[in-house]
Each structure stands twice: as structure tokens, then as C-alpha cells.
């Protein structure tokens, strides 16, 4: 089905850069960041449910990492 040329030789540049924030036996959290935009995300997972949401500053902007 796929020939060795259709296979890229090295993967792409990830996009996001995860940074696992909170880990116990119920909740796992982390900070995801776009490195395009900058923009910050809060990602958590408990049990049988999961998250995402931008991280906001003081003034209710979208966090975004310089």
C-alpha cells in the first residue's frame, strides 16, 4: 500500500510543546503550547472526562508565551 518514497525520511517539527503541570492517580494536567502562535493551553484529564481551555492573563486576554 505505501512505498518507501511516499514515507517521509524525518517526522515534521511538532507543532505543540506539552508540559505535563499536575500527575496523581485521578487528575492529570498540562500546559499546551502553540509554538506558531504562542497561545497557552490548560489540558485536563480525570477519569472519564477531559478539558482543554486557553490560558487567560489578569485582564481575560489569551496567555501567550514569548
Known amino acids: 500500500m505505501f512505498r518507501k ?3 517521509p525520511e524525518e517526522p515534521e517539527e511538532e507543532r505543540f510543546n ?3 503541570v499536575k500527575k496523581d ?3 492529570l494536567c498540562y500546559i499546551i503550547t502553540d509554538k506558531e502562535t504562542g497561545v497557552q493551553y490548560l489540558y485536563a484529564w ?3 472526562g477531559s478539558g482543554l481551555t486557553p490560558l ?3 485582564d ?3 496567555s ?3
Open 5 to 7: 518514497k511516499d514515507i
Open 18 to 20: 506539552v508540559e505535563p
Open 25 to 27: 492517580q485521578t487528575v
Open 46 to 48: 480525570g477519569g472519564s
Open 56 to 58: 487567560l492573563d489578569e
Open 60 to 62: 481575560g486576554r489569551v
Open 64 to 66: 501567550i508565551k514569548k
